[in-house]
């Protein structure tokens, strides 16, 4: 069980700043199994993420759409 609430956001955003390099060092490699690993992380990082929006804030994805 995980439970978080949304003052932890900003940790949760860097988290996932950081799995995306990670993702991105990965494939620029061919680690492919570590990127796939990874994708499951980020996965789960943006359903928290988006979960924890409930104040209007753009969410994980609308983030990474963007930029």
């Known amino acids: ?3 978080t609430t949304p003052e932890f ?3 949760h955003d860097q988290q996932r700043r ?3 390099q990670i993702i991105s060092a990965a494939e620029a490699h061919g ?3 570590m ?3 990874n994708r499951q992380v980020l996965d789960n990082l943006d359903r928290i993420i ?3 929006h409930d104040d209007g ?3 994980a ?3 990474s759409d963007a930029g």
Do not use: C, G, K
């Open 61 to 63: 994805n609308e983030v």
């Open 50 to 52: 988006d979960a924890l």
């Open 9 to 11: 956001l900003p940790q």
């Open 31 to 33: 680690h492919q199994r």
């Open 35 to 37: 990127a796939e690993m």
């Open 18 to 20: 950081q799995v995306l």
């Open 57 to 59: 804030e753009p969410t």
């Open 1 to 3: 069980m995980f439970i």
